[in-house]
């Protein structure tokens, strides 16, 4: 006896007619709302515009700055869902990035070609429309600044896996910069190349990044070199070039190479995370969370450092980060930089630094800035 075979019910012709009225219905319904974020960001985009022409010069770009700083703690607080409160972040970064480049198209120093991580970093903070300012070194981005060639610079200061960034700190001496802002970055390391993993005989890398994955890289890959060079981005631009060869870069870096990722996220500390420091010459305008950095020497005798500290104890400052540095040329002389919650025009931040400067051989206050969230 031939077995029957289930046959799926007919699907009517009413139906078919209703389900694809009903699609048509909401995509003219997307289509209006489309319309509808078209104009709205227009018209804030016009409000923006007669602010700058209302206020004093560059007063529209301070208060555009000051939208870039409130911006994701704001859309945090607004943003009911469904899309994910990066995803709308990004969205208004964006946003106010081609408002602010409508009043001024500004320049932006980073270390490094584009895709590496401080662009990357730069981009995170300030969207895409802005004039990129690659260059090869911290010391670099921090003389762009300063001669007027560049109006803000993206350096990194301190890295979780590596620690602080000594060349960023050295420049603070060098040269008279304020931090007006800060990017936490995660950085997820890729390995990315042309040929098969079993083909790679050299890796190349920036010194931090081949540390950062020193493990994974003896694992996965040990018969291969590693070669450092200047930068993730360059290394990825040298894999495309050379057969055998492979670059530890952003997936970005890969992407815009053309490069075929073999591998993602293959940092040996999956918390690695790269604070960058935005430098300008003004500090930010007050936010209501803000941090505070400071540089300073004490004399060299013992209890100096602990008497310092506990100023902003007595005061109820909060430390965030606190570092050493040796003076250059000098013996046993040491600069310490500090972190603090608060803006630098508050009571107590006030009342503690202006103690501070009494105790110190010198003291400079390296500006204050929003507490941004890490990027995710």
Known sequence: MAKKVAQKPAVSKKATVDLSSG???????????????LKAINRRTALAQQIAELGPPDSGLRLIEKDFQANPAWTERHNRGPLSDLTVRAV????????RSLL???RVAHLGPIYSYSHLAAIQRFGQSVEWVPVGTIAAVFEEVSCGHADL?????????????????DMF??????????VELPIHHALLAKCP????????????ALSQCRDWLAKHVPAARP??????SLAAELAAEKAGTAAIASLEAGAHFGLNTLAEQIEDNPDNVTRFSIIGKETAEKTGNDKTAIMFQLEDRAGALAESLNIFKRNRVNLTWIESFP???????????????????DLPVRRATTALAKKTLQMKTLGSFAAIPPVE
């Open 23 to 37: 699609i048509t219905k909401l995509q003219k319904e997307l289509r209006k709302a489309d319309a509808e974020i």
């Open 197 to 208: 993993r079993g083909e790679i005989r050299e890796v190349y890398s920036k010194p931090q």
């Open 104 to 106: 001024k198209k500004p």
């Open 92 to 99: 208004f970064r964006e946003l106010l990035s081609g408002c």
């Open 327 to 345: 003076i250059p040329g000098s013996k046993r002389a040491y600069l310490f930089f500090v972190e603090m919650e608060g803006h630098q025009s």
């Open 153 to 169: 610079g993206m350096v990194p200061i301190e890295n979780s896996t590596d620690g602080r960034i000594a060349d960023t700190l």
């Open 173 to 182: 001496t060098r040269l008279p910069m304020q931090i007006c802002g800060e």
């Open 227 to 232: 070669v450092e060079v200047t930068s993730t």
